[in-house]
């Protein structure tokens, strides 16, 4: 605690004031642009990777980027996760919904060893609420991963899209570059965009393209931000060379389908960070 009061202490006397006018400036009409799905893990910073500001986005976190799909909830949805997406995408009308994975996921590490049914029995399952967490709204992308050990990563897999009735391909790691824990989180990763479009709420937003799901990828130890591309069918680094190619192809995605023009600058700026 005596290192978070140093820190408030030094926030008030260096960048207290400029935040403050940045709250002056959208307190009465705030537009965040997008809602921002991210792991708790404390290596996370994504205002700063995506050099984003005050009122710029709604961030939501908790153990592995885990949206919980609708088929848990029979009379009322009572998680935080589709509260949050209600709050920023009716609510506030947010045209854009940002899903981001990253390496080295504790919780992506466990569900990996969650494949052995005893580790995952009812018994431990009681024992283990972070146990039970991922049993319960990340086994459907364990399902998913199986499919890829069983076909290997030269293959491809396919995920439900966020639209009704359409499947999206995804190669996961062909160049096997990432360990296995790695490929979960990012199966997991895309994993979660069906979840997201399982909620009615959402459903006429998604149809009428008013509204968008992507999907990020943070690799902790180089700083790399990766972009899943459904052209490219892979997640690809945000770089010099790939940046203006993604922002295009986002941009094309979007042309006459609905409000698509602020959907890149988030993910664009990670450039900048």
Not at 157 to 183: C, G, H, N, T
Not at 201 to 222: C, G, K, M, P
């Amino acid at each position: 605690m005596d290192r978070l009061f140093r820190g408030i202490m030094r926030y008030r006397n260096t960048e207290r004031r400029g935040m403050v006018a940045q709250f002056e400036k959208v307190k009465n009409n705030p537009v965040p642009k997008a809602v921002f799905f991210t792991c708790m893990d404390s290596r996370m910073i994504p205002s700063r990777f995506t050099q984003t500001n005050v009122g710029d986005m709604f961030i939501v976190r908790n153990a592995g980027n885990v949206i919980p799909h609708s088929h848990h909830f029979n009379d009322e949805v009572t998680m935080n996760e589709p509260a949050a997406l209600e709050l920023g995408c009716v609510v506030n009308d947010i045209r854009h919904i940002i899903i981001c994975g990253h390496s080295d996921c504790k919780a992506m590490n466990l569900l990996y060893k969650l494949k052995d049914q005893s580790f995952s029995s009812k018994t431990n399952r009681q024992l283990s609420p972070l146990r039970a967490w991922l049993c319960n709204h990340a086994h459907s992308s364990l399902d998913k991963f199986n499919q890829l050990e069983l076909c290997g990563t030269t293959r491809p897999l396919m995920f439900q899209s966020e639209m009704p009735l359409k499947k999206f391909v995804a190669y996961i790691d062909p160049e096997k570059r990432w360990s296995v824990e790695d490929r979960l989180s990012q199966v997991n990763t895309l994993e979660q965009l069906a979840n997201v479009a399982s909620y009615n709420f959402l459903r006429r937003r998604l149809e009428t393209h008013q509204l968008h799901v992507h999907a990020l990828w943070f690799d902790i130890y180089t700083g790399d931000i990766y972009y899943f591309s459904r052209q490219n069918k892979r997640f690809v680094e945000i770089n010099e060379a790939t940046v203006d190619k993604l922002s295009e192809e986002v941009r094309r995605d979007g042309n006459g389908e609905g409000s698509n023009s602020e959907a890149f600058p988030l993910v664009r700026s990670v450039l900048s960070s």
